[in-house]
């Protein structure tokens, strides 16, 4: 049977006047006890031993036990803390403690204006139920903790903290303006499921130091840094979560490597999806919305797996750079101010079944030999550029499909660019473009309506061309320009009578070319018959030729002037 103590400051029959009297009294009997606790404020420090249940006898709010310095509740045994308010204020301790067996604590209230509000304690179980923690953090060292409908709120530090080997749930809670972490786990185990976390001055979620962490349908929102983190080899799934409004939506590192399913990552500052440093990480079925800088972001290492899943308005959208990799597979990318895939700096970057839609640039590549891009089964719509491949970077296509665009595959500086089964349609400069000292190689190529050329060779740009055919560039069917030279075998030119089938400099070999239309053997300069594309991706995209004319960015002020034929200003 359970013994009933009653607590109340102004005394009575058979009442205590203060809580740690009764708890002496239950403590002398050893047996099970409910300490009731009529209102006011008690300032105390209670040691609770034993199986007992401490509660507030007219409910929440009632009773405040505080003190200046020192702990406030320190539980041994089976303990029970019942609509309390329990208030500390020194740094240096901790506020609520839990030193052996377990410890609830249902509609109560923990202030801790600084350091540790609640803490259990290795081997201990602590549960938090309908709670409200304000200030201090909650830590988990090697224990067992269990948090539901609870809300923490400005905490100076970490909100809660599972280390050492704790084990935590947290359900259905609020944590909010935490000036670190809203949940951090450190080679410890935590899942949260079903919270908000916002406004926290660091990463909302962390896990790190080989921790493992599951984050099931949450809103993570205003952080002032990333919304989750992945670092130190931790393991574990984000499902069904959305983060908004952080500078990164999510992080790996340092050989982290989460499954991420079903999550929506908007607005962020920065990036979506941010691996880096040694990084992993498989995303399934996610989203990423209006990224200001990168959607996709793997880079130093970095390799994740991207597969079903869209990325949406922004400015980038893949990008993998300063060695880093990344499988991406059934990938949607539209509406983008930028480059919709891109592979720079040593780079590798794998593509299977993208489609890019209304973006500048579909895709770029530049860096060094070691930079490669291999895509297969891609369609790019609407755009400036499908591909652009510069430096000494090395592109692949299979079966890709460019619609809709002023040139459909460019190559210059170094680089190499091979297309296999594709096709170019409706592009307003030229199908493909070879320039500098740059290689477009291409096996059964399609180019359909062109307003300007099937093939384009400029400066000391190269064009391999086996089994293609050319319809309908009004232009001409391929051009070789300035220095350029290459092959044509066994390819078709059809279009308007009239049309050149190839304007050749004289460095061009055609082998078996089925054409109803002139050759026209004569030197071609590129600025006087095909346009050329320039890219600069911190100004204006120039699709053809341009004289007399000046260009601004970036300023603040610009004026314009126009000058007549005779030097005159208009």
Not at 259 to 267: E, I, L, P, Q, T
Not at 384 to 391: D, K, Q
Not at 457 to 465: A, H, I, M, N, Q
Not at 486 to 511: F, H, K, M, S, Y
């Amino acid at each position: 049977m359970v013994a009933r103590y009653v607590v109340s400051p102004r005394g009575g029959r058979r009442a205590y006047r203060d809580i740690s009297s009764a708890l002496r009294a239950a403590e002398v009997r050893g047996r099970a006890a409910l300490i009731e606790i009529a209102p006011g404020h008690y300032e105390e420090a209670l040691t609770v031993r034993g199986e007992v249940r401490l509660a507030a006898a007219e409910g929440p709010g009632s009773v405040l036990v505080s003190r200046p310095r020192g702990a406030v509740l320190d539980a041994f045994g089976t303990v029970s803390v019942h609509g309390l308010t329990l208030a500390g204020r020194d740094a240096g301790v901790d506020i609520v403690g839990c030193h052996t067996g377990s410890l609830t604590l249902d509609r109560t209230e923990v202030r801790a204006h600084d350091g540790a509000a609640v803490h259990a304690r290795p081997y201990t179980s602590v549960t938090l139920r309908d709670s409200v923690v304000l200030y201090g953090r909650t830590v988990f060292t090697g224990s067992v903790g269990l948090i539901e409908r609870c809300r923490f709120t400005d905490a100076a530090h970490n909100a809660v903290a599972a280390i050492e080997g704790a084990r935590v749930t947290v359900r259905g809670s609020r944590i909010e303006g935490s000036r670190l972490h809203g949940l951090r786990v450190c080679d410890a185990h935590a899942e949260i499921a079903g919270c908000e976390v916002t406004g926290t001055g660091q990463a909302a979620v962390v896990a790190d130091t080989r921790g493992e962490l599951a984050v099931v349908d949450c809103a993570i929102s205003a952080t002032h840094a990333e919304g989750i983190v992945f670092i130190e080899q931790s393991r574990g799934s984000v499902d069904r979560t959305r983060v908004t409004d952080a500078l990164h939506g999510i992080v790996t590192k340092s050989g982290a490597g989460p499954v991420v399913r079903g999550s929506v990552f908007a607005d962020c500052r920065d990036s979506g999806i941010n691996v880096q440093d040694a990084g992993l990480g498989t995303f399934e079925h996610c989203q990423v919305l209006g990224a200001r800088n990168v959607a996709v972001f793997s880079t130093k290492g970095g390799a994740p797996e991207v597969r079903d899943c869209r990325v949406s308005g922004g400015n980038v959208g893949i990008a993998v750079t300063d060695g880093g990799r990344g499988r991406f597979t059934r990938v949607v990318v539209e509406d983008l101010s930028g480059t919709a895939l891109r592979v720079w700096d040593g780079s590798e970057g794998v593509f299977r079944d993208v489609l890019v839609e209304r973006c500048t640039l579909g895709m770029d590549t530049k860096g060094d030999g070691g930079t490669t891009a291999d895509l297969a089964d891609v369609v790019f719509r609407d755009f400036e550029t499908a591909v652009t491949a510069l430096g000494q970077s090395r592109v692949t296509l299979r079966n890709a499909t460019a619609e809709r665009g002023a040139v459909g595959f460019g190559v210059g500086e170094e680089a190499r660019l091979a297309v296999y089964d594709s096709t170019v349609t409706a592009v307003s400069v030229g199908g493909a473009v070879a320039l500098g000292k740059g290689r477009f190689s291409a096996r059964n190529l399609t180019v359909n309506g062109s307003a300007g050329t099937g093939l384009t060779g400029s400066e000391s740009g190269y064009l391999d061309v086996a089994d293609s055919e050319f319809t309908d560039c009004a232009s001409a069917g391929a051009v070789f320009a300035d220095q350029s030279s290459g092959r044509l075998v066994d390819c078709a030119v059809n279009g308007p009578e009239g049309t050149p089938a190839v304007l050749d400099n004289g460095r061009a070999d055609l082998v078996s070319l089925r054409t109803s239309l002139p050759v026209v053997r004569k030197t071609v300069r590129t600025v006087e018959q095909t346009p050329t594309v320039v890219n600069n991706y911190t100004g204006p995209v120039i699709t053809g030729p341009v004289a007399h004319s000046q260009f601004s960015w970036n300023n603040d002020n610009v004026v314009q002037q126009q000058t007549e034929e005779d030097g005159s200003p208009s």
